[in-house]
Structures are given as C-alpha cells and as structure tokens.
C-alpha cells in the first residue's frame, strides 16, 4: 500500500521555522518525485517545492525561494522541507505527494496550477500556523 505520511507541522510566530517531514512508503522511492504542495482557506492548492530521486533536482515557488529547503533522506525513504523566516501568508496544510517517473523539477513546474493534478500520490497534510 503506498502511504506518504506528513509530520512537523504547528504553530509559529513569525520569523520562525519549522521542518515538515514526509515518510514514503510502498512504491519505489527512487523513481519519484516528491512535491510540496499547501493550500489556505479559501485558496487554491499551490505548489511549494519539488525534488526529484531520480536526477536530483529541485525547484522551488518565487515567494519561498531563500527561505525553504527541500532534502531527502534516502535510508529513510523521507523528504523534509526545512522552511525558515515564516511568515503569516505561509499559513495553510502542506502536503506531500508522489510523481512517479516525472521530469526534472525545473520542467514540472512548481508553481503552475496544473500540477496538483498531475500527481500520483497524496498524503494527508499536516497544519502549519504562522502568527503574527
């Protein structure tokens, strides 16, 4: 059974960081890419971050570049994003979810709103609160 589970989420004040965890189990973790995606009341998902087992690469959206970090471990078949300089706009439920066989990350696109849909797996998300 596949599962990606997300971990790590909770409340900040801004300026601080948080480390989201997704654990992946049950499909070929190196043949995939694993994305970020966080969704806001009221808005669209949207995609964060992107990295992919297969060549390596990673892509982030403009307004997160600087500020997360997308890493894996791969004895542990996880991949964290580290993100840091939170702000109250960062608030939403991240997800992680699955692309399998998927193109380098700078032509999957992060930030286009399509790509949610192309995804293969989902996790549940877990919720991140930023104050003010």
């Not at 690469?57 to 964290?80: E, P, Q």
């Amino acid at each position: 059974e596949v599962q990606l589970v997300e971990s790590g989420g909770g409340l900040v004040q801004a300026g601080g960081s948080l480390r989201l965890s997704c654990a992946a189990s049950g499909f070929i973790f190196d043949s995939y890419a694993i994305l970020w995606f966080r969704q806001a009341p009221g808005k669209e998902r949207e995609g964060v971050s992107c990295i992919s087992k297969v060549d390596g690469s990673t892509d982030y959206r403009d307004s997160v570049k600087g500020r997360f970090t997308i890493s894996s471990d791969n004895a542990k078949n996880t991949v964290y994003l580290q993100m840091t300089n939170l702000k109250p706009e960062d608030t939403a439920v991240y997800y992680c979810a699955g692309l399998d066989h998927p193109p380098p990350c700078t032509i999957v696109d992060v930030s286009s709103p399509r790509t949610p849909r192309a995804m293969d797996y989902w996790g549940k998300g877990t919720l991140v609160t930023v104050s003010s």
